[in-house]
């Protein structure tokens, strides 16, 4: 069966409730799947146990059947996908595109934090596993909303770590494996996570894997103009009111408010959200929220 033109994914992290900025993310990333008419799938990325909290999954999970966005095929968990993970190491270690590292975070201090060469002061019982990047490796790449986005990944990033110390896959692995094992063709998600796309795509290319389309939606700034606080971003979107919260993410993602007006239940609305989203009205520069989020 071959795949379909078009497919995109939200993967929330279980560390608590879903905040706006992730609706946002998840709302603006299914609106551009089904613009395409493609397929939008959720994967749970729960593989840095000190980092989840317990009941954030079905919470997460709870919350987005609630506002009507339910993954088009089964949700995909990073636990259960180990296998996965250690098969592209396995395979980086053996074509010497990998390294054992057992550099601290404070023997690389004096390094600003940047591995080029091991510094360490003494040796792990389990090192961690790095990404070997040349001297001299620039990427580029086109952002369908930002423009080319370049990056000097030696000088900026440094040695990409694949698996940490402490025996947790990285986030950088994962995702690339993931993309490209589920057949993901578009990512949509938060531009907080541009920074992190060269070193993914350099990580496909060592692996020999596609490279999806990225588009990274700007930061969400209230009214007024500032950026909304780490509090009030953070606050849980009411899942008792999900129609009011709908909408204020459709405005607040440039779209035309009449186009729900006539929306009463969030089937509908989402109908009507997916014939009408135009994705030449997402603003390359922060969203500005056109009034206070819904409480």
């Known amino acids: ?7 995109g994914r939200f993967a929330p992290s279980p560390t608590g409730p879903l905040h706006l900025g992730s609706m946002l993310a998840a709302f603006g990333s299914w609106l551009v799947a089904r613009h395409a008419h493609g397929q939008w799938l959720v994967r749970v990325e729960d593989i840095d146990p000190p980092r989840e909290v317990a009941g954030a999954v079905e919470s997460q999970l709870a919350t987005l059947t609630t506002f009507g966005l339910v993954s088009d095929l089964p949700v995909q968990y990073q636990s259960r996908r180990h296998a996965l993970y250690q098969s592209a190491i396995n395979r980086l270690l053996a074509e010497g595109k990998a390294f054992a590292c057992h550099c601290s975070r404070a023997d690389l201090a004096s ?3 940047i591995h080029r060469r091991c510094v360490a002061s003494q040796q792990r019982a389990h090192p961690a596993i790095r990404l070997r990047v040349a001297d001299g490796c620039h990427v580029r790449f086109e952002d369908a909303l930002q423009g080319t986005v370049q990056q000097d990944v030696d000088r900026e990033v440094g040695d990409v ?6 025996g947790c896959w990285a986030y950088q692995l994962a995702v690339v494996v993931d993309d490209a094992e589920q057949g993901i063709t578009h990512v949509v998600r938060g531009a907080d996570l541009i920074d992190s796309t060269p070193r993914q795509i350099l990580l496909q290319q060592a692996l020999g894997l596609p490279t999806p389309a990225y588009l990274h939606l700007p930061l969400l700034l209230d009214a007024s103009g500032q950026k909304l606080s780490k509090s009030q971003a953070a606050v849980p979107v009411d899942s008792a009111r999900p129609l009011p919260v709908l909408r204020w ?6 779209q035309e408010p009449a186009a729900l007006d006539a929306a009463s239940q969030v089937p509908e609305l989402l109908q009507h959200a997916a014939a009408a989203f135009d994705p030449h009205k ?3 520069s922060a969203l500005r929220a056109p009034e206070t989020p819904p409480a």
Do not use: T
Not at 1 to 7: A, D, E, F, K
């Open 282 to 284: 997402l603003q390359k």
């Open 111 to 113: 390094q600003h934090g």
């Open 1 to 7: 069966m071959s795949l379909p033109r078009h497919r």
């Open 161 to 166: 770590v694949l698996l940490r110390a402490d």
């Open 249 to 254: 993410l459709w405005r607040c993602l440039g």
